[in-house]
């Protein structure tokens, strides 16, 4: 027996709800991937990757005495510049890194649970006009830095004001309208707003498996399963690269004797 267009808007509206529910979970998924891979880099930076930059300042100090002493000899010129330059670039990421804002140190089940409210009220495909949907667009971008920095009251706070504004009143459909509409047209307008919500899961899915797929993440899992079997990749490679600080150091009290 073909079904009623009543039971079709029943089904397609159940359907709608599990797919918007599926969508800010993803959407959750990929921030607390953002945040954690954050997380990693602050303290692979404070561990490991400022001894690199340090690293690379001594490298290039040594390389440049030596060009110094054979300034005919072009390949000597060439390793300093070199060498000069990727001084200057580790400079820059740890700069970077050091210039943005701590990430929280845990994602609580709070803060995830003020991300889902919000996601839920404000997500851009709950729009029906595009004014609505930029609008909401830039308060889940808001959303999405408060929950990156940790900061649960900032979110809590976008979701007052969200509520209390007077133009959310405009963007609420009166229930009598509705009532008043075809459920062909209801319809349509759920069909319609079922293919943005699939939209939005492939962006969601493409960036968080390219964020799964960069360098970073990758170190993040590898040095991650090495600690829960018991070691401390970090500390190890740490006492490795002190160690090759100090031998830079005395290569290059060396190296400036010859001047």
Do not use: C, W
């Not at 089904?11 to 945040?35: G, M, N, P, W, Y």
């Not at 670039?89 to 845990?106: D, F």
């Not at 047209?185 to 962006?203: A, F, S």
């Not at 090495?226 to 500390?235: D, I, K, T, V, Y």
């Amino acid at each position: 027996m073909k079904p009623t267009l009543d039971q079709e808007l029943t089904r397609l509206v159940s359907d709608q709800a599990k797919l918007a529910e599926q969508v800010i979970s993803a959407e959750l998924e990929l921030e607390t991937a953002k945040t954690e891979t954050a997380q990693f880099q602050r303290r692979y930076y404070e561990m490991v990757g400022r001894f690199y930059a340090q690293l690379d300042e001594l490298d290039a100090q040594i390389a440049n005495a030596q060009a110094g002493l054979s300034p005919d000899d072009a390949a000597a010129q060439v390793h300093a510049q070199a060498a000069q330059e990727q001084a200057r670039k580790s400079a820059e990421e740890a700069g970077l890194i050091e210039a943005q804002p701590p990430p929280p140190l845990v994602i609580t089940p709070q803060l995830k649970q003020a991300f889902r409210r919000a996601a839920m009220m404000m997500h851009p495909d709950r729009a029906t006009t595009e004014p609505e949907r930029l609008r909401r667009h830039g308060l889940m971008i808001k959303v999405n830095l408060a929950y990156e920095r940790g900061d649960q009251q900032a979110i809590e706070k976008l979701v007052l004001e969200f509520i209390q504004d007077p133009a959310i009143q405009e963007e609420i459909e009166d229930p009598e309208l509705i009532a008043d509409q075809g459920v062909e047209l209801k319809i349509l307008k759920i069909i319609r707003r079922t293919g943005q919500l699939r939209r939005r899961m492939d962006e969601i899915q493409q960036e968080l498996q390219e964020k799964k797929q960069s360098d970073i993440y990758k170190l993040k899992i590898t040095i991650e399963r090495a600690e829960l079997r018991g070691g401390n990749p970090m500390g190890d490679l740490a006492e490795q690269l002190l160690q090759d600080l100090s031998e830079r150091r005395v290569r290059l009290e060396e190296v400036a004797k010859y001047k």
